[in-house]
C-alpha cells in the first residue's frame, strides 16, 4: 500500500525499491482504465507528476481570479456584477477543491501555497495579462474559460479518482463561465460601433495568450508523453489546441470580429484550421516571472496571504480549544 506522509528522502527510498512488476501490474490498472484511488499504490513518478499538475492548477484558479476581480467595482449593471461576483467565487470554489485533491497525494496545503508566495510554483501563463476594458473581461469569459473547458473535459476521465471527480464539478461551473463571457462579447458587437471595437481590442489582446494555455507544442512538451501513458493527460497540447481554434474562430465569426491571424485558414481536406506561429518566447517570458503582471499578481497575493494571518490563527486556536475539551 502507499504511504502517506513520507518526506522526501523516504520518498525516493520508495521509488528506488519499485519493483518491475509493481510498475507492470499499475500500468495494466491504467490500461484498463481503472481509477487510482489515494491509498493505492502508484509509482513515485505518478504521484509527482500529479502533485504537480493539480497544484499548478489550483494556483491557476486562484491567482486566475485577480484579472476578473478588477473589475468587480467597474461592471456596467447589477446584473453584470452579480454575474461576475459568483463566477470569481466559483473559481475560488476550483482552487480549493484543486488543494484539497493534491492533498489526498500526501502534500500539504501549507507547502503549496509556500511554494505559490515564494514563487516557485508555477500557475497558468493566462493570468499574467492585464484586464484593461469591460470587453477583457468578454474575452476572458470566452477565451479563458472556453479553453479550460477544451482542457478539463478530458480531465475528468484522468486516471486518478480524486482528481477526475473534482473536474466534473469544475467543467460545469466553467461551461457557464463561458457562456457568460461570450454573451459579454455579443452585447458588445451588437452594440454601438465603439462597443464593437472594444470587444475587438479585447479579442486581438487576449486571442494568443489564450493559444498558449495548452503549453508548449508537442515536440517540446516534457511531460505529455508519460502523462499520456499514465492516461493523466487524454489529448496532447496541439491537440487540444486544434480543438480550441476550430471552435472558437467560427464563434468569433458568429460574432463578427476577426481573430489577428493572417496565416488563420480553413483546410478543407482535414476540416481544421491552420493557425501561424505562436510567439513562443513571450510564452517563455511570461512562465519565467517576466509577463506584464506577474509581479503585481504575486504581490497581491502574498497582501492577501498576509492579510488572512488573523483568520488562520483564530481557527487554529479554536481547534486547540476543541481538542483540549476532547482530551479533558
Ligand atoms: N502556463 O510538459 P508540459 C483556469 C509548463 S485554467 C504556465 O506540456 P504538462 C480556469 C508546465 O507546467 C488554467 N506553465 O506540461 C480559470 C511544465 O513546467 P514544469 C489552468 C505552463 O503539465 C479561468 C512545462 O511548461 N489549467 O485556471 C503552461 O504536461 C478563468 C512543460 O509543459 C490547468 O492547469 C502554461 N500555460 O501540460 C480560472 C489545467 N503550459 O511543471 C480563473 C491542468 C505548460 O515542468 C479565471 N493542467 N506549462 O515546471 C494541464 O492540463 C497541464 O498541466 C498543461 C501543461 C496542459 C497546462
New binding site residues.
Given amino acids: 500500500m502507499y504511504t502517506q506522509g513520507l518526506d522526501q528522502g523516504g520518498r525516493d527510498q520508495q521509488a528506488a525499491v519499485e519493483t518491475a512488476e509493481q510498475l507492470a501490474a499499475f500500468q495494466k490498472r491504467i490500461d484498463a482504465e481503472e481509477k487510482i484511488e489515494a491509498k493505492d499504490w502508484m509509482p513515485e513518478a505518478y504521484r509527482r507528476t500529479l502533485v504537480?499538475?493539480i497544484s499548478?492548477?489550483a494556483h491557476?484558479?486562484i491567482i486566475?481570479?485577480q484579472p476578473?476581480g478588477n473589475w468587480l467595482t467597474r461592471a456596467p449593471s447589477l446584473k453584470r456584477k452579480a454575474i461576475l461576483l459568483a463566477k470569481v467565487q466559483d473559481?475560488a470554489g476550483?482552487g480549493l477543491y484543486l488543494y484539497s485533491a493534491a492533498e489526498t497525494l500526501g502534500v500539504s496545503r501549507d507547502q503549496m501555497v509556500a511554494d505559490l508566495l515564494s514563487g516557485k510554483a508555477?500557475?497558468?501563463?493566462?493570468?499574467n495579462y492585464p484586464t484593461l476594458s469591460w470587453a477583457d473581461i468578454g474575452a476572458?469569459g470566452w477565451l479563458?474559460?472556453g479553453?479550460?473547458i477544451m482542457?478539463?473535459i478530458p480531465?475528468c476521465r484522468c486516471s486518478y479518482g480524486p482528481y477526475a471527480r473534482a473536474m466534473v464539478r469544475v467543467c460545469k461551473e466553467?461551461s457557464f463561465?463561458q457562456r457568460q463571457g461570450f454573451d459579454i462579447m455579443l452585447n458588445l458587437c451588437r452594440g454601438t460601433d465603439r462597443q464593437k471595437a472594444m470587444a475587438q481590442d479585447a479579442l486581438n489582446r487576449w486571442w494568443w495568450p489564450s493559444l498558449?494555455?495548452?503549453?508548449?507544442n508537442d515536440s517540446e512538451?516534457?511531460?505529455?508523453a508519460q502523462?499520456m501513458a499514465w492516461k493523466i493527460?487524454r489529448f496532447s497540447?496541439d491537440e487540444l489546441r486544434q480543438k480550441f481554434v476550430d471552435v472558437t474562430v467560427q464563434q468569433a465569426a458568429f460574432l463578427g470580429i476577426s481573430v489577428p491571424d493572417d496565416d488563420l485558414k480553413l483546410d478543407e481536406a482535414s476540416g481544421h484550421y491552420n493557425y501561424g506561429e505562436i510567439d513562443w518566447q513571450e510564452f517563455i517570458d511570461v512562465?519565467a516571472g517576466n509577463g506584464p503582471c506577474n509581479q503585481q499578481r504575486l504581490d497581491k497575493r502574498r497582501r492577501a496571504h498576509d492579510d488572512g494571518d488573523w483568520v488562520r490563527e483564530a481557527a487554529q486556536a479554536y481547534a486547540n480549544k476543541q481538542a483540549a475539551r476532547v482530551a479533558a
Wanted: hydrophobic content about 30%.
Fill in positions: 504537480r499538475q499548478q492548477h491557476s484558479e486566475g481570479m476578473e473559481e476550483h508555477k500557475y497558468s501563463s493566462i493570468f476572458i479563458v474559460d479553453a479550460a482542457n478539463q480531465l466553467e463561465h498558449m494555455m495548452f503549453g508548449p512538451s516534457t511531460h505529455s502523462s493527460k497540447n512562465i
